[in-house]
């Protein structure tokens, strides 16, 4: 039992698996179609390469940081920064540098070329350069402004805004406006012999497109990418891909130009501020050094400068803390306040940096800014706990002064007038000179500010494109090309309804035995059966007459047998199959009479002339009772065995003739002047004309058809016998495509000349 059922179950994944190893020549076709396809789109698709560089990010936190301003820590101008790495790939990928790279090297203007299939990018090979003035903005612009030029002479080039208008004539350097905006034509030296072949005016043409500013900073900013190469380097990738490379490698040299530049413009702005702070101060100590009166020691002079100058910062960054970067504290002799300052500076710096690009409610910003507050409130209570300690000490210094000048007073007034006077010129005098000292400090910071961006490798974009990548397209053209005719194999199997070999037959049928299956004619190929026919259509009515044969033998009966061939709708080859089949009993010694018994739509005549079409016939035969089939017989010219009864006239009522008695009398006496009777009758699910007449048939020949007859008419036809309607059937499949004929054409057969098929022509014509 185990054994039946793995051999039916081998026989069933070989069924289901049959169609696709069938599909083999179009699964071959598709590949090749595809790869051709695949190659066709290599060959137009737009080439797009990758540019990549590669930077270290210098004072940050990160350990792999550098510093070259480390060097002036001592002297207060610079603390520990802030910067991290990623808010300074945010600040990489800001809209905002990216529109300055755009702005210089001005790619807001697109010019392309157009070839036999697709337009080409040109980036430096033209004629001339378009710049729009600097008055007019196309951001203002939603739309894009195209329009083409060609080359006329070294001082005019021709321009049309349509594909379809005239060429104008106009000279470089005047001034055109397009839509609203002002641009001047400027001319540049071109080499024809680096473009392709073909017409050098061709070539010249060139059509140019300027965007909105803010469209090409996104369409850059989609394409960019930047991040670290490790989790805890300074290290930072740069890539970027174009329809140009030499475009793309330009695009990142120049974004890290302006991310230097940017970053050098934040110190120097804290360095300006720093040297605004001390200019300031060294005007009110000038003042002091011109006005200096009698005072306290130098000890208590520098305690209240300190004093001065804390309160002073304290003001300073209360006023101007929201505004702008605030100054280092110079002069201060606290380096946990220095230190808290200098911090401040480089949240603050990154604060309004990042501000340009990114909104206030950003989760950067909100960071950054309660950062800020935090320092706010260190720097703030820094100072506080700062003066208090200075005015402990200057309530000290005021106490040792009044000792001394209770001594000094017993002095002579005007050598104690004089000593005071030269203690605080001396005094003041030195923090002039701190200040100075501090001036050129801040000055030698400006002229020392270095990149922050150290280049490790510059833009460069290999000539090998990124997108497409021949290889994988290669390959999904290979996997395309098998899924295609598979997948359509397998919805086929899905949603294809039709039967299409004797194996549906057997599984929705097995009640009925299948006398043979009919092969699918080519075009030009004759229906019917001639003598001496060594055709596989001749062939395959032999084998339906052999299997027909052995059924009518079976019967309990000696009397000429009547066939009824019917099938369940219009075009299953009902008739054919009729006439066929009488032909070749005929063939082999019977005397056969083939009755038209479809008189509703008659079709026998139509393997004769035309005229036989108003012959009398069955018609006539059941209406008239004079008549006698001899009377209506027609000989077949080739087939002298074979007489046909054609259907006559179509009548009013064709289900009421079939039930009177003078169709008993027509097969009675058919059956006395005939071997064997075959009758052609009407579709079954159409019309009831059939049933009627099963009555006096001994064997029910039902047609069906390949590729035709839908799955769900076998129930009804499994019904019908049920039911008892038609009696002692027996199936035949009409043009069964060769490849499905007999069991998956294994054992197939034929007679005729051996049709060769496609692989062994193959090898003919390469002569294997």
Not at 98 to 114: E, P
Not at 449 to 471: F, M, N, Q, W
Request: glycine letters at 6%.
């Amino acid at each position: 039992m185990n054994n039946q059922d793995n051999k039916t179950s081998e026989q069933s994944l070989r069924d289901q698996l049959k169609p696709f190893i069938k599909a083999w020549p179009w699964i071959i076709l598709s590949v090749l179609f595809c790869i051709v396809a695949s190659q066709l789109y290599l060959r137009y698709a737009t080439k797009k390469y990758q540019a990549t560089a590669s930077i270290i990010i210098k004072d940050t936190q990160m350990g792999g940081g550098l510093s070259e301003t480390g060097v002036l820590g001592d002297m207060g101008l610079f603390g520990s920064n802030f910067n991290s790495i990623e808010n300074e790939i945010e600040i990489l990928k800001s809209k905002r540098l990216l529109s300055n790279v755009i702005d210089h090297y001005n790619l807001t203007t697109t010019y392309s070329r157009k070839g036999n299939v697709k337009e080409s990018d040109v980036y430096t090979n033209r004629f001339l350069n378009v710049n729009v003035l600097k008055n007019d903005s196309i951001a203002e612009f939603n739309n894009s402004i195209t329009f083409y030029v060609k080359e006329v002479s070294d001082s005019l080039f021709g321009l049309r805004l349509q594909t379809d208008s005239k060429w104008l004539t106009k000279e470089y350097g005047e001034i055109i406006k397009i839509e609203d905006q002002s641009l001047i034509f400027s001319p540049l030296p071109y080499n024809t012999a680096d473009s392709n072949n073909g017409d050098d005016q061709e070539l010249s043409d060139l059509k140019i497109s300027i965007r909105p500013n803010e469209l090409v900073v996104q369409d850059y900013h989609s394409r960019l990418n930047v991040n670290t190469s490790g989790k805890r380097g300074s290290v930072v990738n740069l890539s970027i891909t174009d329809v140009v490379g030499e475009r793309a490698e330009d695009v990142l040299n120049q974004l890290i130009e302006e991310y230097n530049k940017d970053a050098i413009n934040d110190k120097n702005i804290v360095a300006l501020n720093t040297a605004e702070f001390i200019e300031e101060r060294l005007n009110d100590i000038t003042k002091d050094l011109d006005s200096v009166e009698t005072g306290i020691e130098s000890e208590l002079l520098k305690v209240e400068t300190q004093l001065s100058i804390g309160r002073s910062l304290k003001e300073f960054m209360i006023t101007d803390i929201e505004k702008s970067v605030t100054t280092s504290g110079l002069g201060l002799n606290e380096p946990q306040l220095i230190a808290l300052i200098n911090n401040y500076n480089e949240v603050l710096t990154t604060y309004q940096r990042i501000g340009q690009t990114s909104t206030q409610e950003s989760p950067v910003m909100v960071r950054l800014s309660n950062e800020l507050s935090s320092l706010k409130r260190g720097i703030f209570s820094s100072l506080d706990s700062y003066i208090n300690g200075l005015k402990v000490e200057q309530n000290n210094l005021l106490r040792k002064s009044n000792q001394i000048n209770a001594n000094i007073s017993q002095v002579p007034n005007n050598e104690k007038t004089s000593r005071s006077v030269e203690r605080n010129r001396e005094v003041v005098e030195a923090i002039y000179l701190l200040l100075r000292e501090k001036q050129e400090t801040t000055a030698i910071s400006l002229a020392v500010t270095a990149p922050k961006a150290k280049i490790v490798d510059s833009g460069y974009a290999p000539d090998i494109p990124v997108s497409p990548k021949p290889k994988i397209i290669l390959l999904a053209a290979l996997v395309l090309g098998v899924l295609i005719p598979l997948g359509l194999v397998y919805l086929k199997q899905i949603f294809y309804n039709k039967i299409e070999s004797r194996k549906d037959l057997e599984r929705n049928l097995p009640q009925v035995s299948i006398l043979g299956e009919v092969p699918k004619l080519e075009s030009d190929a004759k229906d019917r059966i001639i003598p001496n026919d060594r055709s596989v259509l001749a062939e395959s009515f032999r084998i339906i007459r052999t299997n027909l044969q052995y059924k009518l033998g079976a019967l309990n009966h000696d009397d000429t047998k009547v066939v009824l061939v019917t099938s369940t709708v219009k075009g299953e080859g009902k008739t054919t199959t009729a006439f066929n089949l009488a032909s070749t009993f005929a063939f082999s010694g019977k005397k056969v009479l083939l009755i038209g018994g479809d008189i509703r739509n008659p079709q026998l005549h139509r393997f004769f002339d035309a005229s036989l079409k108003r012959k009398k016939g069955v018609t006539e035969y059941l209406v008239n009772s004079d008549l006698k089939l001899e009377d209506l017989v027609v000989p077949v010219d080739d087939n002298s065995n074979l007489h046909m009864l054609l259907s006559g006239s179509i009548p009013p009522n064709p289900a009421e003739l079939w039930m009177q008695s003078r169709t008993k009398d027509m097969i009675e006496e058919a059956k006395g002047m005939y071997d064997l009777v075959i009758i052609d009758s009407a579709p079954t699910i159409v019309v009831t004309d059939t049933f009627l007449i099963n009555k006096f048939a001994d064997v029910t020949v039902y047609v069906t058809r390949a590729n035709h007859t839908d799955r769900g008419l076998l129930e009804f036809i499994s019904d019908t016998i049920k039911d008892g309607k038609l009696t002692n059937v027996a199936a035949v499949i009409n043009s069964v495509k060769l490849t499905n004929f007999g069991y998956g054409n294994k054992y197939g057969y034929s007679y005729s000349a051996d049709k060769k098929t496609f692989m062994e022509k193959l090898k003919a014509k390469l002569n294997f």
